[in-house]
T-cell receptor
Framework: AQKVTQAQTEISVVEKEDVTLDCVYETRDTTYYLFWYKQPPSGELVFLIRRNSFDEQNEISGRYSWNFQKSTSSFNFTITASQVVDSAVYFCALPPGANSKLTFGKGITLSVRP | NAGVTQTPKFQVLKTGQSMTLQCAQDMNHEYMSWYRQDPGMGLRLIHYSVGAGITDQGEVPNGYNVSRSTTEDFPLRLLSAAPSQTSVYFC???????????FGSGTRLTVV
């Protein structure tokens, strides 16, 4: 069975602070992908990144970076110098290799205060 | 290219009424799914489809029906609405399970 755990439920930071959102997953698949999605207050779900289980290199995109560690089954997301526009709910998700049941964590609500 | 289009955006139903939430995509995606989002529960899979004519149940299928007669459309039917079905519903599609899913803008459903 697959499982995605986002133990943090709510995080509040002051603008310009760095913040890390944790994601721990369980899967029996040997090859898999991991996703992060953002849901701003407007409600839509925005795809942020996809990571292949074969590639453990960290990924950086502007102020966003992702740390994938297969040994600890974690795929953490760091926002550097946070901004008010980063306020959103962030979901980690795991699509299985054999079927299309995309499994989401329960989400982390990030509030960035000015 | 409109992406994933969901209608309606808002709906209020009375208990026992039935209705269909529409979902259409114009990206020729084979994979389509319906999720419901409730506070503190994240997104839970209701039904999904891997292609026209093929559907299967997700985590919370009770009270919902789906069909997939075309690649483009994947409607979700509420058979007899209950207050427990008050939620925000998202439709999503993908070309491949290894690529990111594109989500519709959601339908906010209230059952009174």
């Amino acid at each position: 069975a697959q499982k995605v755990t986002q133990a943090q439920t709510e995080i509040s930071v002051v603008e310009k602070e760095d913040v890390t959102l944790d994601c721990v997953y369980e899967t029996r698949d040997t090859t898999y992908y991991l996703f992060w999605y953002k849901q701003p207050p407007s409600g839509e779900l925005v795809f942020l990144i996809r990571r292949n289980s074969f590639d453990e290199q960290n990924e950086i995109s502007g102020r966003y970076s992702w740390n994938f560690q297969k040994s600890t089954s974690s795929f953490n997301f760091t926002i550097t110098a946070s901004q008010v526009v980063d306020s959103a709910v962030y979901f980690c998700a795991l699509p299985p290799g054999a079927n299309s049941k995309l499994t989401f964590g329960k989400g982390i609500t990030l509030s960035v205060r000015p | 290219n409109a992406g994933v289009t969901q209608t309606p955006k808002f709906q209020v139903l009375k208990t026992g009424q039935s209705m269909t939430l529409q979902c259409a995509q114009d990206m020729n995606h084979e994979y389509m799914s319906w999720y419901r989002q409730d506070p503190g529960m994240g997104l839970r899979l209701i039904h999904y489809s891997v292609g026209a004519g093929i559907t299967d149940q997700g985590e919370v299928p009770n009270g919902y029906n789906v069909s997939r007669s075309t690649t483009e459309d994947f409607p979700l039917r509420l058979l007899s609405a209950a207050p427990s079905q008050t939620s925000v519903y998202f439709c999503a599609s993908s070309y491949s399970n290894s690529l990111g899913y594109t989500f519709g803008s959601g339908t906010r459903l209230t059952v009174v």
